[in-house]
């Protein structure tokens, strides 16, 4: 927690990542779940669905608002001494709690569809996990070449510890490329191997 004169900061590419792999997982066991139900459409035909409404989803999550993203990125301020970085497991956490119903709700909707098109809902969002997994790979594409890792501070995100280029974003800060403990893109950096 930030005291008076500090400034919390979260890593944007960890606040996009941490919805990929509970839309992932959840979604692949519904649709999972779903094939074993005949559904009014049958599973040929809600498979097929599934797959392109996979595609569409992933595609549409990893390309939305990268105009923002690349506007705020570049004009990132350098993040000062009296800021905060925050861990990568207090932002995933922080999102996974403020998001739990929604994911709950979009579980039990995928589940439900299977009755009318099999294993189509729950490809839907697992479509949404892999788009948010490519968004966080592109901004870590960014941070490497200009070797600068993103942050938001995180009194500006949603209330449910999302939305990292929402509009109450007004500023990126950037620090260097070593600096947190996640590697670019997000994901958990990786411990050096001895020599």
């Known amino acids: 927690m930030a005291r ?3 400034v919390g900061l979260a890593r944007v590419a960890v606040v996009v990542r941490a919805g990929a792999a509970p ?3 959840l979604g692949v066991l519904a ?5 074993l139900v005949p ?3 049958g599973r040929r035909i809600g498979v097929l ?3 392109a409404l996979f595609i569409v989803a992933a595609a549409v999550v990893a390309w939305t608002r990268r105009g923002r993203y690349t506007a705020l990125a570049g004009s990132a301020a350098r993040a000062g001494r009296h800021d905060v970085l925050q861990d990568r497991a207090v932002t995933l956490r922080n999102w996974r709690r403020g998001h739990r119903w929604w994911l709950l709700l979009a579980f039990l909707a995928a589940l439900g569809s299977a009755f009318a098109v099999p294993a189509a809902g729950g490809l839907l969002m697992a479509g949404c996990g892999a788009g948010l ?4 790979a592109w901004i870590g594409r960014r941070e490497q070449s200009g070797e600068a ?3 938001v501070r995180v009194d500006w995100l949603a209330g449910n510890a999302g939305r990292p280029a929402g509009k109450t974003v ?3 800060r950037s620090t260097g490329i070593a600096a947190g403990d996640a590697a670019p893109g997000g994901a958990r950096r990786k411990a050096p191997t001895p020599a």
């Open 49 to 51: 669905a599934g797959a």
């Open 133 to 136: 997994w490519l968004k966080s």
């Open 170 to 172: 007004r500023a990126y």
């Open 31 to 35: 649709a999972g779940v779903g094939v």
């Open 4 to 6: 008076a004169g500090q």
């Open 149 to 151: 890792l993103l942050w």
């Open 23 to 25: 839309l992932w997982w």
């Open 39 to 41: 559904g009014l459409t």
